[in-house]
């Protein structure tokens, strides 16, 4: 598994995990799983799309700068 940090890819308007300053995944996708970092736990999760973004079963709003790991 691999750590990074949620940031935006501004281009597609997706969600990305960059794992370095210049090393991204590449962009995620609705129904793509991996865990999350939420005080000090990891928490397996799957990225969907409503209105904006979010984590099913997570519930936080900005996901940007979330520690994950897939």
Known sequence: ????????Q???GRLD???SPTEYYGGLHCGETFEVQING?????RIEMGITW???GVP????IGLIVRI
Do not use: A, N, S
Request: hydrophobic fraction near 45%.
């Open 60 to 63: 936080i709003e900005d996901l």
């Open 17 to 19: 995990i960059r794992f």
């Open 41 to 45: 736990k990891w928490i397996p999760t």
């Open 10 to 12: 501004r281009e597609t």
């Open 54 to 56: 979010y984590l099913v």
């Open 1 to 8: 598994m691999r750590k990074g940090v949620l940031v935006p």
